[in-house]
Structures are given as structure tokens and as C-alpha cells.
Antibody, heavy 121, light 107 residues
Framework: EVQLVESGGGLVKPGESLRLSCAAS????????VNWVRQAPGKGLEWVAS????????YYADSVKGRFTISRDDAKNSLFLQMNSLRAEDTALYFC??????????????WGKGTTVTVSS | DIQMTQSPSSLSASVGDRVTITCRAG??????LNWYQQKPGKAPKLLIY???SLQSGVPSRFSGSGSGTNFTLTISSLQAEDFATYYC?????????FGQGTKLEIK
């Protein structure tokens, strides 16, 4: 069974840092692109970042570029999101999601339950 | 970024109704369009990928259509478990974007 389990969320002050983790199991993690997607309280989904297999291709949403860093450790089947210079608007539930593609169309077929990040003074 | 606009933002319907949700892209995206369902407190669930392909295990009452800039998600006969929020997502760009969501509520 494919499983993604996020951890590392918490309450931090503006300007502080936090590192999220996502532990994957039930599939060959190293061969998949994986994503971070977030959802602010009561709001819609926002894609945050993606990292391809072998970390060849990395992309960020404009809202986090320069502050967040996505990375992976294939030996540990883990995905990470290093979040620096956090702002109140980064407050959200953060999901990791596995990426598949068909005929060049990418889509997210498996999701974790999320970890909550709250940025408040 | 490619803007995705869903309509309506909310919708009231009854069990058994046929429902259509629309998603419009700010530029042509071919068939690089996916649909997700999200229930309160849960992770999103993939329904449709590549505009028209039904994800394995998703009931056949869900269908998707469209290409270019205009897309639709149709539920042919609403069931109680379908009341949720629905999102479209474009993956034509490496910077993916979601629509703002359509909340489907019980009438």
C-alpha cells in the first residue's frame, strides 16, 4: 500500500525556520517525482514545490521561491521541505503527494494526511 | 503563472441530480488538466487526469471533458458521498496551479 506520512509541523514565529519531512512507503520512492502542496485554513489548494527523481528538476511556486528548499533522501525514502523566513501567510496544512504522468500529463495520485504549520507571533 | 478559474464557487444540489463544474484556464493548456475531490479534514483525492481519464477506483458517474482553455467535471447522478469540494489543476506549466475550488453542498 502506498503511504506518505508528513511530520515536522508546528508553531513558529515570523522569520523563523522549520523543516518538514515526508516518509514514503509501499512504492519505489527513488523513481518518482514528489510534491509539496499546502492549504491555508479555510482556503484552497496551493502547489508549493516539486522534485523529480534524482533531484534533476526542481520547481517552486513564486510565493516560496528563495525561502523554501525541497530535497529528498532516496536511501531513507524521504522528502523534505526546508522553510526559512516564514511569514504569517505560510500558515497552512502541508501535504506531500506522489506524482505520476501519462502522455506527459502529470498528476498527483497519492497524498499524505498533512502536517500543520502555524506562523504567529 | 497560468490562472485557473472554476465556476460556480459553490453549488447546492440533491441526491440524484446531474452536476457540472467548469474550469477555465488563462491560456491554452491542451489536456494538461486534472480534477480532485476533497472532503473536510481529508487529503485531496484524484478523480480525473489528462482532462478525461478516470482514475482507477473512481466511480463511473464522474467524467471529465474539454481541452484548450475550457474543461468540465460532470457527476451524472449525485450520491451522498459526493458532497465535497472539487478542484481543477493545470500541469501544462512546471509551475502547477489549482482552481479556487467548487463546494458542492446538499440542497
Amino acid at each position: 500500500e502506498v503511504q506518505l506520512v508528513e511530520s515536522g509541523g508546528g508553531l513558529v514565529k515570523p522569520g523563523e525556520s522549520l523543516r518538514l519531512s515526508c516518509a514514503a512507503s509501499g512504492f519505489d520512492f527513488s523513481t518518482y517525482t514528489v510534491n509539496w502542496v499546502r492549504q491555508a485554513p479555510g482556503k484552497g489548494l496551493e502547489w508549493v514545490a516539486s522534485i523529480s527523481s534524482s533531484s534533476l528538476h526542481i520547481y517552486y511556486a513564486d510565493s516560496v521561491k528563495g525561502r523554501f528548499t525541497i530535497s529528498r533522501d532516496d536511501a531513507k525514502n524521504s522528502l523534505f521541505l526546508q522553510m526559512n523566513s516564514l511569514r504569517a501567510e505560510d500558515t497552512a496544512l502541508y501535504f506531500c503527494a506522489r506524482d505520476l504522468f501519462w502522455s506527459r500529463v502529470h498528476y498527483m495520485d497519492a497524498w499524505g494526511k498533512g502536517t500543520t504549520v502555524t506562523v504567529s507571533s | 503563472d497560468i490562472q485557473m478559474t472554476q465556476s460556480p464557487s459553490s453549488l447546492s444540489a440533491s441526491v440524484g441530480d446531474r452536476v457540472t463544474i467548469t474550469c477555465r484556464a488563462g491560456q491554452s493548456i491542451g489536456i494538461f488538466l486534472n480534477w480532485y475531490q476533497q472532503k473536510p479534514g481529508k487529503a485531496p483525492k484524484l478523480l480525473i487526469y489528462a482532462a478525461t481519464s478516470l482514475q482507477s477506483g473512481v466511480p463511473s458517474r464522474f467524467s471529465g471533458s474539454g481541452s484548450g482553455t475550457n474543461f468540465t467535471l460532470t457527476i451524472s447522478s449525485l450520491q451522498a458521498e459526493d458532497f465535497a469540494t472539487y478542484y481543477c489543476e493545470q500541469t501544462n506549466s512546471n509551475l502547477r496551479t489549482f482552481g479556487q475550488g467548487t463546494k458542492l453542498e446538499i440542497k
